[in-house]
Nanobody, 115 residues
Framework: QVQVVESGGGYVRPGGSLRLSCAAS????????MGWYRQAPGKQREMVAVINSAGSTNYADSVKGRFTISRDNAKNTVFLQMNSLKPEDTAVYYC?????????WGQGTQVTVSS
């Protein structure tokens, strides 16, 4: 079994920054990819940023230039640095991990951007 735990959400004013962290633990032989998704009230869950085992990244157009995803392979951890936050970034952010044998989601962490 694999556990995925996010941390780092919170409240921030527009223009501010937050850093999310996600750690995967348990019986893990290989992590193929990790990423962040978000879901705002009344909306579908959407991809924010993903990174594969080679370090290649992909971002949603709405966050390009503001968010940066990175990972520490040795610690099975992925980070999301979020800068220049906007009210429309308000959502529950979920970490997603793809491993050999399946994929797993974290419980989510709330990010609220408001003045």
């Amino acid at each position: 079994q694999v556990q995925v735990v996010e941390s780092g959400g919170g409240y921030v004013r527009p223009g501010g920054s937050l850093r999310l962290s996600c750690a995967a633990s348990g019986t893990i032989f290989s992590i193929y990819g990790m990423g962040w998704y978000r879901q705002a009230p009344g909306k579908q869950r959407e991809m924010v940023a993903v990174i594969n085992s080679a370090g290649s990244t992909n971002y949603a157009d709405s966050v390009k230039g503001r968010f940066t995803i990175s990972r520490d392979n040795a610690k099975n951890t992925v980070f999301l640095q979020m800068n220049s936050l906007k009210p429309e970034d308000t959502a529950v952010y979920y970490c997603h991990t793809v491993v050999r044998g399946g994929d797993y989601w974290g419980q989510g962490t709330q990010v609220t951007v408001s003045s």
